[in-house]
């Protein structure tokens, strides 16, 4: 009963009391005990839950018992606990009634009625919303070259058109190029000169070079001799050796030869001695046999003493025989000796002769070895005389070959100066208005261009965005290149570009830094000093709360929006906004998704202020007298027909309940 009395007061309806809430205020008090005191563990208790009534929670727990009589007379301290209890109810009612109250009060002000404010709604919703930063940016030319003559004379003929696109190495101008002509001309006359002397001197050297490697085989050819002759020296030092050692030998062997004569004279004198004394035995011998024969014969001495100093004395006959030969053979001996020893003084002085004439080629040979070394050393003066030629003749064609190329500069500068009679493009880009015509007079390197070319694609954007920027630009750019857009008035379309620098010093007088982009402008839409709207993209946020920008207002204590609720009221929100994106912007705290803020009609508005929603249609009529009827037909929506939710101002959207 107690929830149905509290819906009625908030439908604006008093609350309906039923004959039995009647006839239980109208019973009897003896009915009722009354005592005079509460027990502590109830009252705390009551007043405990008291507390945790508010306007935002539907009074649930508050039970009112019908009165059944049977049970008070038997629990007296049971119904003065539910008396006390409606009674705190009836309390907690007022106090909610006076809090809604002043809402009421407020959005009625001008009127003795609730003034309803027709509005658009579009609901909160999450999205991937980039990163960006804006700024005013300055289209500048990527290249700016004042097209200047670098030849004086007089311009002959003009290419283009002013204004035309014009290409890197297109002809543009060209000037009277007679004199430069004629300066190239002699100039190859003299480096033609100059190459003949450098003809002329490598000739040289080619000889020289030869005279240089025939005194070098002349050299190689008298070393060769040297050593040659040094061979054959050895050679006959090997034979001196040779002899002379043969000579050793030989005087060895008349050495031994005289030996072997002494030897064998000896041998003769004791062959010479023996025969003596074996001659001496021989007569003795003989002696006694004849006189042991006379003996024998005379009868005195027998036969065998006789034949006995016979054979004695035969014997020593033999031995004299012997003796005698001995010493014929030893005489014999000592003749060979001295053959021997003759021969070998022969041998000796034959080697002694062997060594004089080893010895005289030798010092032919010592002739012949000096003989060589000083032609060596005479090939090598020749050697050197040539080298010092060869290098003469290298100095010559050094020197020649230093005219060529001084001439050679002088003729390459003439064709240079040539070369600036015809004035090219240095760029790709547009031309702009032709300063100097055909027939003019101009001088090199005068102060006056002939035409300005810009370079308009690519083209670049200047602009500036706070130093406090420049960690983000410099944290997000590590991951490649960042993007950006432009666009200007009469054309929405971004134009896209990517950013190509930036600066290395913050402007201390303005607190910004200086970023470049470089975008593709083949169709010609940004041009050079022109402003635009830039847009550099960081990176991107997911689900980033966003409302329509025109959602977004400002007040005294900074921006906030317009909430529809439920009972077709709306909640002034405070908000904290980030970047707007394509007429979104980024709400960072107040918001949730779903909800439905208000996007037109906000002027009319104040904080609790009824609303009825306006639909596309309803702008187009623009019918103010439908709008009343759409309005209750709104409000009808809105409420669905149920009392519990067209009273429902406890802060919470239509879309999320």
């Known amino acids: 009963m107690l929830e149905e009395i509290i819906s009625d007061s908030r439908n604006g309806t008093h609350p309906k009391v039923s004959d039995e809430d009647m006839k239980l205020n109208e019973q009897s008090t003896d009915q009722v005990e009354i005592v005079d005191e509460v027990p502590h563990n109830v009252v705390p208790e009551v007043a405990l839950e008291t507390t945790k009534l508010t306007e935002t929670e539907p009074i649930n727990n508050a039970v009112v018992a019908e009165h059944k009589p049977k049970k008070v007379l038997a629990k007296k301290p049971i119904a003065l606990f539910l008396l006390m209890l409606l009674v705190v109810g009836g309390l907690g009612f007022l106090v909610w009634q006076r809090a809604t109250a002043p809402k009421v009060e407020k959005a009625s002000r001008r009127g003795g009625k609730m003034q309803v404010t027709p509005v658009m709604v579009a609901a909160v919703t999450k999205k991937t919303v980039p990163i960006q930063l804006q700024a005013i940016g300055n289209v500048q030319s990527g290249a700016t070259v004042s097209v200047t003559a670098q030849a004086s004379g007089r311009i002959t003929k003009v290419y283009f058109q002013k204004g035309q696109e014009v290409k890197k190495g297109q002809l543009l101008f060209s000037i009277d190029d007679r004199s430069q002509t004629a300066s190239i001309q002699q100039a190859q006359g003299i480096v033609a000169k100059d190459r003949a002397q450098v003809q002329q001197a490598m000739s040289n050297l080619a000889k020289d070079q030869g005279i240089v490697e025939q005194a070098r085989a002349t050299l190689d050819k008298d070393r060769g001799i040297v050593e040659q002759a040094r061979a054959t020296l050895e050679k006959d030092q090997g034979v001196v050796e040779q ?74 006959a033999a031995t004299v025989e012997l003796d005698k030969q001995a010493i014929a053979n030893a005489e014999t001996a000592v003749k060979s000796d001295r053959i021997g020893i003759t021969n070998a003084e022969a041998a000796v002085k034959g080697d002694e002769v062997a060594i004089a004439n080893a010895e005289t080629a030798l010092k032919s040979d010592a002739i012949g070895i000096e003989n060589a070394q000083t032609a060596v050393k005479s090939d090598l003066v020749g050697i050197e005389n040539a080298r010092a030629v060869v290098e003469g003749d290298r100095s010559a064609i050094e020197g020649a070959q230093a005219s060529v190329s001084a001439d050679g500069g002088s003729l390459q500068n003439a064709q240079v100066q040539s070369s600036y009679t015809k004035v090219f493009s240095p760029i790709d880009g547009r031309a702009g208005n032709i300063l100097v015509t055909e027939g003019n007079v101009v001088q090199q390197n005068s102060n006056q261009p002939l035409v300005t070319i810009s370079k308009i694609n690519p083209i670049q954007v200047a602009f500036s965005v706070p130093e406090s920027n420049l960690p983000d630009i410099q944290k997000y750019s590590e991951n490649g290149k960042l993007k950006v857009d432009v666009t200007f008035a009469g054309n929405n379309q971004p134009i896209s570009g990517t950013l190509s620098f930036v600066n290395n010093t913050v402007d201390n007088a303005t607190g910004s830094i200086q970023l470049i982009g470089d975008f593709n402008n083949s169709d010609g839409k940004l041009f050079p000093g022109q402003f635009v709207n830039t847009t550099l993209t960081l990176s991107q946020e997911p689900n980033a709360i966003v409302v329509p920008s025109q959602a977004v207002q400002t007040g005294p204590k900074g921006q906030f929006v317009f909430v529809a609720q439920f009972d077709d009221t709306v909640d002034n929100v405070p908000v904290v906004v980030g970047n707007t994106i394509n007429g979104l912007t980024v709400i960072k705290k107040g918001l949730k998704a779903g909800d439905d803020v208000v996007i037109d009609g906000q002027a009319n508005l104040v904080d609790g202020g009824k609303i009825v929603v306006k639909t596309a249609d309803d702008v187009q009529d623009n019918s103010d007298s439908t709008k009343g009827d759409k309005s209750d037909t709104s409000g009808d929506k809105k409420s669905g027909g149920d009392s519990n939710s067209s009273g429902n101002k406890s802060g919470k959207s239509r879309q999320n309940p």
Do not use: N, P
């Not at 050495?255 to 001496?280: H, M, N, P, S, Y």
């Not at 006189?291 to 036969?303: C, D, F, I, T």
């Open 243 to 316: 002899a002379r050692m043969t000579l050793a030998k030989d005087k060895g062997v008349v050495e031994q030869a005289r030996i072997t004569l002494e030897k064998d004279q000896g041998a003769v004198k004791q062959a010479i001695a023996t025969l003596t004394k074996d001659r001496a035995q021989s007569q003795y011998a003989a002696a006694q046999s004849q006189r042991y024969a006379e003996l024998y014969k005379q009868g005195v001495v027998s036969q065998d003493q006789a034949e006995q100093y016979a054979t004695s004395s035969r014997a020593a």
